[in-house]
């Protein structure tokens, strides 16, 4: 069946990564690679991240042929941008319009879809210990002093809140870590929501360019949503779906998956 996606929507996918390996899905996933991609598959030194590889290649396909159904999940072939980040090389007509965006934790893979403007997302496992003294480095001053003023139970879901926000922006802009994330800034104590500001130098459009959303889809991930502004747009509708490996079955979240969500 065809997927549509409207220009005032994101897809949000959420595929969690079996704890088994189930030998006949893997065997088809793994006819969908490139030689490249097998090649990359092997070389990871542990089973747990051969299997998220596999399961993260094999969604992006399918994903991207249930909207082009023209197109099957093996013959898509993606190019890195210079700062990394994957895109559709040799696109087709009908698949020129879509914008994605992938992130993983150990156990969660999250993709992003949209058409017609720029798309960042980032996932991380909370139920980890927050690294909190990277702060310093990482952060700005302004975020890593508001963080220190928080008492101590409340800093780390502050920390995951602000590293997934910023690990979608640079992910939008597809630059990744060529943005130091101290020279931008989010101010959750305002009133007003996800406010980026830029330090001076850094350049971009407008921080009227971007929206933010903060989501939680389970009590052990974050989730961020970086999404480009169309001009004179008032809603955006976030439809945040579960994927299974082959897309063999969807399941769309109600509501729930929203923690928060907020307008720059």
Request: charged share 25%; net charge negative.
């Amino acid at each position: 069946m065809q997927l549509q996606i409207d220009p005032h929507q994101v897809h949000l996918w959420h595929l969690y990564v079996p704890e088994q390996d189930d030998p006949a899905a893997d065997e088809a996933i793994m006819a969908l690679l490139t030689p490249e991609e097998r090649e990359k598959h092997g070389r990871f030194h542990f089973a747990r991240d051969r299997r998220r590889y596999l399961m993260t290649r094999g969604l992006i396909r399918s994903l991207l042929s249930r909207y082009v159904p023209a197109v099957a999940p093996g013959n898509w072939r993606f190019e890195n941008n210079e700062y990394g980040r994957p895109g559709i090389a040799h696109a087709p007509a009908q698949a020129q319009r879509i914008r994605f965006n992938i992130s993983h934790s150990a156990s969660l893979v999250v993709a992003a879809l949209a058409v017609e403007r720029e798309v960042g997302v980032d996932v991380e496992h909370t139920a980890r210990n927050a690294p909190l003294e990277i702060a310093g480095h990482f952060f700005s001053a302004k975020e890593a002093r508001a963080l220190q003023r928080l008492s101590a139970g409340l800093q780390p879901s502050r920390f995951w809140d602000l590293w997934t926000l910023k690990e979608s922006y640079i992910k939008a802009r597809g630059m990744g870590l060529s943005i130091p994330l101290d020279r931008f800034s989010f101010d959750l104590d305002g009133g007003a929501g996800e406010a980026i500001g830029f330090e001076h130098g850094l350049e971009d459009d407008s921080a009227q360019r971007w929206r933010f959303w903060r989501l939680q889809p389970d009590d052990a991930h974050a989730v961020a949503l970086c999404l480009e502004r169309m001009k004179d747009e008032s809603e955006v509708q976030i439809r945040c779906l579960k994927a299974t490996p082959l897309l063999a079955s969807v399941e769309e979240f109600q509501g729930t998956v929203t923690r928060r969500s907020a307008d720059t």
